[in-house]
């Protein structure tokens, strides 16, 4: 494969990734929020009326999105590694879908100051790149197998 076919190959590895761990991170958002509804008087597609209730969320309810989260990176760069054309393309993609989702993350995370700050350090520090760099080591389990 050319160098040129390589890299549009990645490139789409990590669109096609990216897409699909947003798939998964949003079915399970709402699957959590259904399975774990928020407390009284919360408007979740309100981000100033979950900040000012994020402290009569229980534990399960806090750690639904951090789930959401982890393996919808998880899953989008298994997809990504899945896809990219050589070793270290693939390492690529899959650590573009987890810096995608980091940032994303970030912005969560300064959406809702409210939150606690052992939830914000888990999720930064644990549902992006550890999860992307997962995802990467179980494709290549698999494309080996």
Sequence with gaps: MSNLGSFLR?????VVGAFVGGLVNMGLVVAGAKLLPPPAGVDVNDVA???????????????????????????????????????????????????????GGIIAVTMIPSAP??????????????????GHWLAMRVRRA
């Design 117 to 134: 700050l052992w939830f914000d350090a888990l999720d930064l520090v644990v549902a992006y790149v550890p999860m992307a760099l997962l």
């Design 49 to 103: 009326s979950i900040d000012a209730h994020i402290g009569e969320y229980s534990l399960a309810q806090l750690l639904s999105p951090f789930f959401a989260h982890a393996l919808g990176t998880l899953v989008g760069a298994f997809v990504a590694s899945l896809i990219a054309a050589s070793l270290r393309a693939r390492l690529r993609a899959a650590l573009v879908v987890g810096l995608l989702f980091q940032v």
């Design 10 to 14: 990645g490139v789409a590895a990590a």
